[in-house]
């Protein structure tokens, strides 16, 4: 039983992941009448999702129970001030993450970013070591290889994709750029937290309330810095539909665990 419920599990997540890319990208390339919603400003809602979802957890842990919960976050939050602030590093990485992620998927096609996105794999394992101490067996360096051959093998253009990608060189090294920067920031950014993890005590749920918290901290500052006049024109929530709640939706299942 516990086997089948780790395929189930596996069946889920690609799913959930394959969903994600897919209805990212056909929402950053539907065209509609009006203004587009703005990924700067979807990255902070799911990020403040995020805190609701990790909050009704850690009330259920808490035998839901609204004064055991208050308990548990002014003891873990806001009693140990130096424990939350280690989380901001890597929230801030994730967040530059997510807004570059919405900047791959507006330049690339899907299967291009998804196989390419896979690096974050490499990246993940080279921090390991360098951060973590772990060592990676033989297999595990072949596995590696066959994937940086294969990402290779997706980025070199075929004949008759020459005088499309010549047309589009400009976005297509954009969104190259950005999936290959989210690739080692997710890969730095998930052994950092993995680090902090293994060197506390507190729960994943709390952990991931501070990298709520200081993500929603960053994303509003990213929201005014790059599309401050936009939101002052036509809003927060300008160009939001179903197909945009649906994408947030799924980032926000991205719980970091």
């Not at 394992?125 to 973590?132: I, K």
């Not at 929603?216 to 810095?225: N, P």
């Not at 024109?233 to 197909?243: T, V």
Request: aromatic share 12%; proline share 2%; charged share 15%.
């Amino acid at each position: 039983m516990f086997a089948n419920l780790k395929y189930v599990s596996l069946g889920i997540l690609v799913f959930q992941t394959t969903s994600l890319v897919l209805t990212m990208r056909y929402s950053r390339t539907l065209k509609e009448e009006g203004p587009r919603y703005l990924s700067s400003t979807a990255v902070v809602v799911a990020e403040l999702l995020k805190i609701m979802a990790c909050i009704l957890l850690v009330y259920k842990d808490s035998k839901c129970s609204l004064r055991a919960l208050n308990r548990v976050l002014h003891d873990e939050i806001l009693n140990k001030p130096m424990e939350t602030l280690k989380l901001a590093i890597p929230s801030g990485i994730y967040t530059l993450q997510n807004n570059l992620l919405y900047v791959a998927l507006s330049n690339l096609d899907a299967a291009t970013y998804q196989v390419t996105y896979q690096l974050k794999i490499l990246t993940t394992a080279l921090f390991s070591v360098s951060m973590l101490s772990k060592k990676l067996g033989v297999y595990q360096w072949l596995s590696l290889v066959i994937l940086m051959t294969g990402v290779a093998f997706v980025q070199w253009p075929s004949d008759s994709q020459l005088d499309s990608k010549e047309l589009s060189a400009g976005s297509q090294f954009v969104g190259l750029m950005a999936v290959l920067t989210a690739c080692f920031s997710s890969g730095f950014a998930g052994v950092y937290f993995e680090k902090i993890l293994k060197e506390t005590k507190q729960s994943v749920w709390i952990r991931n309330i501070q990298l709520g918290f200081f993500g929603s901290i960053f994303g509003l500052m990213g929201v005014y810095i790059y599309d401050g006049e936009l939101v002052s024109k036509n809003g927060f929530f300008q160009g939001y539909n179903r197909l945009t709640w649906i994408v947030v939706v799924l980032q926000v299942k991205h719980l970091k665990s």
